[in-house]
């Protein structure tokens, strides 16, 4: 959650962000179809996997070792899309764990289905890596904060019929319950003295881009590494800076990513200070001490760069893997072709509604140049365990 997490930086950051975390455009120009009331679509069952195009050059093993991972959660959540229910993934799972052939696999246990007609748009994150430290000094006063306790999530499902799934953020006072402080308020001291401090960053502009991975990694001043990971957000709504950018035409509509919002807000830091507190949304952190295997997603597993993605899990199954194809840019090089089976195992503010998809880079130089321009289309084949693809009715009556 991949928060985020985390949702797009340049279409993120322009257009909406882990989530659980709690990222800049091959087509800048590109809107994505963000949409918190997308308009149902159908599944239908769409042949085998071994027909997928593409499959027989597709590398699955690490495909195989995400599935692996999700298979604990899978036995025991409910499925907010309401497609499979926990007995469907007894087979697969069973099968994983003693699988060798990551191809005969996923061959023998899903069936191919399609939402709608599979066309959607993909983003990318990953977890990036910042200079910080433990404790305040001069160059290094940023606050991360922790969760605090006074921060409450209310589901607002049983008050009325409508409103099922929806939750909201605020905190008790002891006589109503309320909004959250929002980011300027953060800014200027609403948390101080309360000992949330997790950490410091020495960039506040870099810290912003974290909140919207979701995720990340701080560089000690001795070298060592400290993980952080999204814990919670304060409930405010997202205001995307770099679409502030572009409306107000200080960056061009292709010149609103996230180098170029860095290194505006770098030589404005006045003004930049300014913008970032127009997002009133603010991410709380909390420290990662297992082994480092990647930053945990919606499913509550680590994620691996490039065999994971986030989606919506009210349209499709977390656990779930999905065949997309789409275009990347690697760093220096031409837009290519690209075609992978990811796990879906992670959610974001952003990521809504039929085929949306964020695909996790991980992280290093390459992960954040690739995820930092990728906003496009692609197209989404979901494989659903037979079980569950069993009961989806002929033609286009499963409506998500």
């Not at 994983?96 to 959607?120: C, H, M, N, P, Y």
């Not at 814990?231 to 800076?241: D, F, L, M, T």
């Not at 003004?271 to 930053?295: C, H, I, K, Q």
């Not at 509604?353 to 992960?367: K, V």
Request: net charge positive.
């Amino acid at each position: 959650m991949r928060a985020g997490a985390v949702a797009l930086l340049a279409a993120t950051l322009t257009l909406a962000g882990c989530a659980t975390r709690p990222q800049q455009p091959i087509n800048p120009a590109a809107t994505p179809p963000i949409s918190t009331a997308a308009p149902p679509a159908a599944f239908s069952r769409a042949g085998a996997v071994a027909d997928l195009p593409g499959w027989r050059q597709a590398d699955l093993a690490a495909a195989l070792a995400a599935f692996k991972r999700g298979c604990a959660p899978l036995g025991k959540r409910k499925d907010p899309s309401g497609l499979t229910v926990p007995e469907d993934w007894a087979a697969p799972c069973a099968a994983a764990a003693i699988a060798t052939d990551a191809r005969g696999f996923f061959e023998s246990q899903f069936t191919v289905t399609r939402l709608g007609d599979g066309k959607g748009f993909t983003t990318g994150y990953f977890e990036p890596e910042i200079a910080g430290c433990r404790a305040p000094t001069a160059r290094c006063s940023t606050p991360l904060y922790r969760k605090p306790d006074d921060l409450l999530e209310v589901d607002l499902t049983p008050f009325a019929s409508d409103l099922k799934g929806r939750k909201i953020r605020g905190r008790w006072d002891g006589k109503s319950f309320g909004p959250y402080p929002d980011r300027a308020a953060i800014y200027d001291g609403a948390l101080k003295g309360r000992g949330l401090e997790l950490a410091y960053a020495e960039d506040p502009i870099e810290l912003f881009m974290l909140e919207v991975q979701g995720s990340g990694r701080l560089r000690l001043p001795d070298g060592s590494v400290m993980r952080v990971g999204y814990a919670s957000q304060n409930g405010r709504p997202y205001v995307a800076i770099g679409r502030l950018l572009r409306q107000r035409n200080i960056l061009p509509a292709g010149g609103a990513g996230l180098e170029a919002i860095i290194a505006w807000v770098h030589a404005n830091p006045g003004p930049g200070d300014a913008l970032m507190r127009e997002n009133p949304s603010y991410v709380f952190f909390r420290e990662m001490t297992g082994p480092d295997e990647g930053p945990h997603g919606a499913l509550g597993v680590s994620l691996i760069a490039e065999a994971t993605a986030a989606a919506d899990a009210t349209v499709m199954p977390l656990g779930a893997p999905v065949w997309l194809r789409t275009r990347i840019a690697e760093p220096g090089a031409a837009v290519t072709d690209w075609s992978r089976l990811l796990i879906a195992q992670d959610i974001g503010g952003a990521i809504r509604g039929p085929n949306r998809f964020d695909i996790f880079w991980g992280a290093g130089p390459r992960a954040r140049a690739i995820a930092s321009n990728l906003a496009t289309s692609v197209e989404a084949l979901i494989l659903l365990p037979h079980a569950a693809a069993a009961r989806l009715p002929d033609g286009a009556q499963a409506r998500r």
